[in-house]
């Protein structure tokens, strides 16, 4: 009954008539287009319903116009609500304290998050807010501009190297780069060689640092050595024995870098269905808009009940206080998306090609972008229980180089 969605919104009272059949009254009130419901006749010239607020002044006009006695009562809905709490200075003047307290703690920082950096630094970053008076609880408007805070913090703490500084709602987001130092240029250059670190015959070789030890078309397996980071490996055979009794510390140990290219092969078991079911989202959606408090959700707009036989709900959730203990109220939009189900028959072929996609997607996943699939073939397939079960082979071209750290026997 669509005539009695959002009644509550807009009003509704219930009308009580007395008389000779006063059911009489209600069949005329329907021929005259008003709407009414839950009408039930309590004696022979006693019948209740209920209408809405803005009919009542009709039906007035139409009851006098007949021999019937009409009461309203019961009066329900947000415009009687608002003509109560107007009535009442109590309700207007909490009403107002409410809304003013409200807008005082929507101006409040509650939170302040920093990311990005260490704890030792994260601390030297709070105590550089403090002591510019960025805290939970100051207020919003007696801080100063971004610009200058992140200024601030940039010459008290010199390890950074950046920091961000983001204003959102009650809260401060603080996103910072440390710099990098000797220490860590020295652990990211440290000694290193390049294995293999799967079977594969090579097909390219990117080599910017160390000892190429393979060539191009070699066949490698799992473990072996790529590139060495001792340069003495690039010595000549008569040199090597001389060199090997050099004490460790005066080799000329390096971080070997670079890309080796492999040809590389990975057996794939897909099953595909026949029969497939899908959804799909249509453009038709209405909103529903509410407050929300931890797990409770209070309705604030958007009453009708769903014309959809399917769903899709996607949320939207924005802040609006946010307190010290942790809780926050949120103002939450709702969206509810019409959804269609379908149902789809595919050929065995049809199954293969998308079988042959799915363990491509596979191994791209598994791989990176950077792999680059050079061809597919079918080892095994057969048909059963309304699926298509393939073992696939397939060939692909990656980097199986892997850095490993020189120790002291190598």
């Known amino acids: 009954m669509k005539y009695l969605q959002g009644k509550y919104m807009f009003g509704y009272l219930k009308i009580s008539v007395h008389g000779e059949r006063p059911e009489l009254f209600f069949e005329k009130l329907t021929s005259r287009g008003i709407y009414t419901w839950e009408v039930f006749k ?44 107007c009535q009442s200075k109590e309700l207007i003047v909490a009403g107002i304290l409410s809304i003013f307290l409200f807008f005082s703690l929507s101006q409040v920082i509650w939170s302040i998050n920093i990311s990005g950096v260490s704890k030792e630094i994260e601390t030297k970053i709070n105590n550089t807010l403090e002591n510019q008076g960025i805290k939970r609880g100051a207020f919003k408007f007696l801080l100063n501009q971004t610009s200058y805070i992140q200024q601030n913090i940039l010459q008290d703490v010199p390890e950074l190297l950046w920091i961000g500084v983001e204003q959102k709602g009650t809260s401060l987001n603080f996103t910072g780069i440390e710099k990098i130092t000797q220490d860590d240029i020295r652990a990211e250059t440290s000694p290193q060689h390049l294995i293999a670190k799967k079977n594969g015959v090579i097909k390219e070789m990117r080599i910017t640092k160390g000892v190429p030890l393979v060539s191009v078309n070699n066949f490698v397996k799992t473990g072996d050595k790529l590139v060495s980071g001792n340069l003495q490996d690039a010595l000549p055979e008569d040199r090597i024995e001389d060199a090997d009794n050099e004490p460790m510390t005066d080799r000329k140990l390096i971080a070997a870098k670079g890309e080796v290219i492999a040809k590389t092969w990975y057996e794939v078991d897909v099953s595909i269905p026949l029969k497939i079911n899908y959804d ?38 924005n802040p609006i206080i946010k307190f010290k203990q942790g809780w926050t109220v949120n103002w939450l939009k709702k969206t509810y998306h019409e959804k269609q189900t379908f149902i789809d028959e595919r050929t065995i072929e049809e199954a293969k090609v998308a079988g042959i996609a799915q363990a491509e997607a596979s191994i791209r996943r598994q791989l990176g972008k950077n792999a680059n699939i050079l061809s597919q073939k079918v080892l095994h397939e057969s048909t059963e229980s309304g699926k298509v079960k393939l073992t696939l082979l397939m060939t692909v071209k990656e980097n199986i180089a892997k850095e490993i750290p020189i120790s002291q026997g190598d």
């Open 280 to 317: 799909r989202i249509t453009s038709n959606h209405f909103n529903k808009y509410y407050l929300s408090f931890g797990n409770k959700q209070l309705l604030i707009w958007g009453f009708k009940e769903s014309p959809f036989e399917h769903l899709h709900i996607e949320s939207e959730v």
């Open 42 to 85: 309590q004696d022979q010239n006693v019948c209740h319903g209920h209408i809405r607020a803005y009919d009542k002044n009709i039906v007035k006009k139409i009851a006098q116009d007949t021999s019937y006695e009409i009461t309203f009562d019961n009066k329900q809905g947000i415009p009687y609500l608002v003509n109560r709490i």
